[in-house]
RNA sequence: GCGCCGUUAGCUCAAUUGGCAGAGCAGCUGGCUCUUAACCAGCGGGUUCGGGGUUCGAGUCCCUGACGGCGCACCA
């Protein structure tokens, strides 16, 4: 957008209209609004370090050019005051005084800065009568007009405007600047823990010709080049095993994945999921790699096993974590011995009694599912592995080796959620190819969620993918696992509507 | 997708039974050389989410649309 005419609009808030006013007399003034370079020489945190014992009301006789954003203002009549902030959130306030800058470059600084604005600060190091580590100027200069008014600093702002408005979040709460580097770190301590065990980062295609690896709605667009559907991926195992085919015995990849399904605290359409897969393990390998991985970023980022939870409470991830079967906790929680021979039928009473409706297409395997989710998994709490689900609901996993009715899969919930699921996986192209047709059928049944056939993985699979491990993990929920915050906070810029 | 609640100044929020639309901070003018949400004096700032209706009179009641929150459903 290009600005027509210097002219403010008159139907502008006054606060806006006057602030660009002010840019407006800045430029009459010959003077830059938005200097391209400033002499800066320090940042804010160099000068704490440095400075962190100078006594109050004493000189430094070091000259400084600092910079940073307007948080605080107090004027008054031949002494000014700013608190100067930048990205880390360290503070360093700026004093002009009459007497070192002169009465014209007073007056311009009371009539031109504003809350919000960067400014740059030239001077020496002094401490303020009150001890504050200040710049007194013997010169300054705004690095960039500020035309919108910051919100007030001591009311919270609306939890719709800090989604919406991230960059003012940012600006106004440490806790969401501290938010952004807590994922960088929780992340990097992800990729730390994989090159110690010999894992290679990959990355695989996000536009697919057809979805697979999950059972999920996908977003569907349109190649120009190719003239076809494709599907923003809704999982990367398809091809992540075509690398264990491959050779990458060890291989792993952090990305976005796209399912075209509602929002709420715990979902978004794009969230960030890590999947590995390793050659020669089983879910129990890659049960204990999910926990080391899980507690060497939380002592990394916060340096304990028991994290602080945004409301306050504290979590423990230290200790064996609980491992439970799926039909064994079930039968517990119902007081009816649940086993994979139990009638589908059977299952919708205890459904109905529960007060729950599933869909007619729901099988004997969705609906053990559903109604330990219900029953068991909604109240898990502490760290707990939940193993050996119904084998027709994971048409990817490897059927268990002492009951062929069961998976090779666990599920990792943590205070409620499920953060993880392992599997050891089926490797077999016959079989694969089996459980795949079941799908199609299941898709002409009206199951929108049903995986189509992947002639290209089953001709991987004939080639031979050697016994293997696989995991998912859910970044953003893992976050929320270690922090307490709603999928909304740990994720920088969740979607929303557009206003 | 269904139900309930909400949307008022730049920000956070009030407004009695339908009866002059307000406060704090922020802003503007003036004063103040040590302020930290300073203080003192004064002043501005509103499409009460949009559209329609009832009424002498609507922020308030009715209809409708947009957006948001919560619950339910689906999902990780």
């Not at 290009?2 to 407006?24: F, V, W, Y």
């Not at 009465?103 to 009150?130: Q, Y």
């Not at 035309?147 to 709460?173: F, G, M, N, S, W």
């Not at 559903?370 to 059927?399: C, I, K, N, Y």
Request: net charge negative; aromatic share 8%.
């Amino acid at each position: 957008m290009t600005a027509q005419s210097g002219e403010p609009s008159e139907d502008l808030p006054e606060q806006m209209r006057i602030r660009r006013e002010k840019r407006e007399r800045m430029l009459a003034r010959g003077v830059d609004p938005y200097p391209v370079e400033v002499e800066r020489t320090h940042s804010l945190r160099q000068l704490r370090e440095k400075y962190a014992d100078l006594e109050t009301d004493t000189r430094s006789g070091e000259s400084v050019g600092i910079t940073g954003r307007v948080r605080f203002i107090r004027n008054t009549g031949k002494l000014c005051f700013a608190k100067l902030v930048e990205g880390d959130g360290t503070e360093i306030q700026a004093m002009l005084s009459l007497a070192e800058i002169g009465e014209e470059s007073l007056a311009e600084w009371k009539a031109e800065v504003d809350l919000g604005d960067h400014v740059f600060v030239h001077g020496e190091v002094i401490t303020s009568k009150r001890g504050e580590l200040s710049v007194l100027a013997d010169g300054w200069r705004i690095t960039s007009k500020a035309l919108r008014p910051l919100p007030v600093a001591h009311k919270d702002l609306a939890e719709e405007t800090r989604i919406r408005q991230r960059y003012v979040d940012l600006i106004l709460r440490p806790q969401a600047r501290d938010t952004v580097r807590n994922r960088a770190a929780v992340v990097r301590s992800l990729r730390d823990t994989f090159e110690e065990h010999g894992y290679i980062e990959v990355e695989t295609p996000m536009l697919q010709a057809l979805q697979g690896g999950a059972s999920a709605r996908p977003f569907v667009t349109h190649s120009n080049a190719f003239d076809m559907e494709l599907f923003l991926r809704i999982a990367p195992e398809l091809y992540l095993k075509r690398c264990v085919v491959g050779g990458i015995e060890r291989v792993f990849e952090i990305n976005r994945n796209f399912r075209n399904e509602g929002s709420d605290s715990s979902h978004q359409p794009e969230f960030a999921m890590l999947e590995f897969y390793q050659a020669y393990a089983t879910y129990d390998t890659m049960a204990d790699l999910t926990g080391e991985l899980i507690r060497r970023a939380a002592e990394r980022v916060f340096g304990t096993l028991t994290v602080t939870l945004a409301d306050g409470t504290e979590y423990d991830l230290s200790g064996q974590w609980a491992n439970l079967r799926m039909y064994d906790s079930l039968s517990e929680a119902l007081g009816t011995e649940i086993t994979p021979d139990t009638p589908a039928a059977k299952l919708r009473e205890f459904a109905d009694s529960a007060g729950l409706e599933f869909p007619a297409h729901y099988g004997h395997g969705k609906l053990v599912e559903e109604l330990w989710e219900h029953h068991v998994g909604d109240h898990l709490h502490e760290p707990t592995f939940v193993r050996d689900m119904p084998a027709e609901t994971s048409p990817l996993t490897r059927q268990h080796r002492e009951d062929p009715r069961l998976a090779e899969k666990w599920d990792l919930y943590m205070r409620g959620v499920e953060i993880a699921t392992g599997y050891s996986e089926l490797v077999d192209p016959v079989i694969e190819r089996e459980r795949f047709e079941a799908q199609r059928l299941l898709a002409a049944q009206g199951d929108d969620e049903a995986m189509p056939l992947d002639e290209d993985f089953l001709r991987a699979l004939e080639y031979g993918m050697p016994p293997s491990g696989g995991v998912g993990m859910g970044i953003d929920r893992l976050l929320m696992a270690l922090t307490g915050l709603g999928i909304r906070e740990t994720i920088l810029f969740p979607q929303v509507r557009p206003e």
